[in-house]
Nanobody, 120 residues
Framework: QVQLMESGGGLVQAGGSLRLSCAASGSIFIINNMGWYRQAPGKQRELVAGITSGGDTNYADSVKGRFTISSDNAKNTVYLQMSSLKPEDTAVYYC??????????????WGQGTQVTVSS
């Protein structure tokens, strides 16, 4: 069984920084893509940043230049370095991964979410 475990959320003042981590565990054959989504109260979940197994990245326009996604393939872990945080970045951040398990089942997985709150 594959699981995603997030860490690193919290409360920070505007202009500050946070680093989120997400580790995939379980029977994993290969991870194709990993990414971070967020959902603010009353809003739909949106893609923040994504990274492929080859290292290609993409970002939401709202976070370009402020957030950086990276991964450690050996550790099956993806990171989101968030800088120059704004109150509008406040949301629950979810890790997402496209994984082929050890039993060759292809599924999309979600973490439990981690709260990021940016105070003004």
């Amino acid at each position: 069984q594959v699981q995603l475990m997030e860490s690193g959320g919290g409360l920070v003042q505007a202009g500050g920084s946070l680093r989120l981590s997400c580790a995939a565990s379980g029977s994993i054959f290969i991870i194709n893509n990993m990414g971070w989504y967020r959902q603010a109260p009353g809003k739909q979940r949106e893609l923040v940043a994504g990274i492929t197994s080859g290292g290609d990245t993409n970002y939401a326009d709202s976070v370009k230049g402020r957030f950086t996604i990276s991964s450690d393939n050996a550790k099956n872990t993806v990171y989101l370095q968030m800088s120059s945080l704004k109150p509008e970045d406040t949301a629950v951040y979810y890790c997402n991964a496209d994984i082929v398990s050890g039993t060759m089942r292809h599924n999309n997985y979600w973490g439990q979410g981690t709260q990021v709150t940016v105070s003004s």
